[in-house]
């Protein structure tokens, strides 16, 4: 089996579409405009798993230092909200 290699401005490797579209999604919230590419074999059975499932996530060169950062945050825990809950969840003063 070869190994494969990476692009210089992949900042992400997901398993399946799904988890790419999320991480795309959260760089852009942070404003780093974000792509995905899979393989088309993989794209066109469906497949999340092994080689063909894997969906790169790249960024332009001038955004990759700082989608790196939100990358590692990501998997650090850091961009969680505190409590667990979402950012605009409110308490419904009609449940106490």
């Given at each position: 089996m070869f190994e494969r290699k990476l692009g210089d401005n992949v900042v992400y490797v997901a398993n399946g579409m799904l988890e790419a579209e999320s991480v795309k999604i959260l760089l852009e919230s942070f404003q780093i405009p974000a792509y995905v590419n899979q393989e088309s074999a993989?794209?066109?059975?469906?497949?999340?798993?092994?080689?063909?499932?894997?969906?790169?996530?790249?960024?332009?060169?001038?955004?990759?230092?700082?989608?790196?950062?939100?990358?590692?945050?990501?998997?650090?825990?850091?961009?969680?909200?505190?409590?667990?809950?979402?950012?605009?969840?409110?308490?419904?003063?009609?449940?106490?």
């Open positions: 993989g794209l066109t059975y469906g497949l999340t798993v092994g080689p063909l499932g894997e969906v790169d996530v790249l960024v332009p060169p001038e955004y990759l230092e700082q989608a790196k950062g939100v990358i590692s945050d990501l998997k650090n825990g850091l961009l969680e909200q505190p409590g667990g809950g979402s950012a605009d969840e409110t308490e419904d003063p009609d449940e106490n």
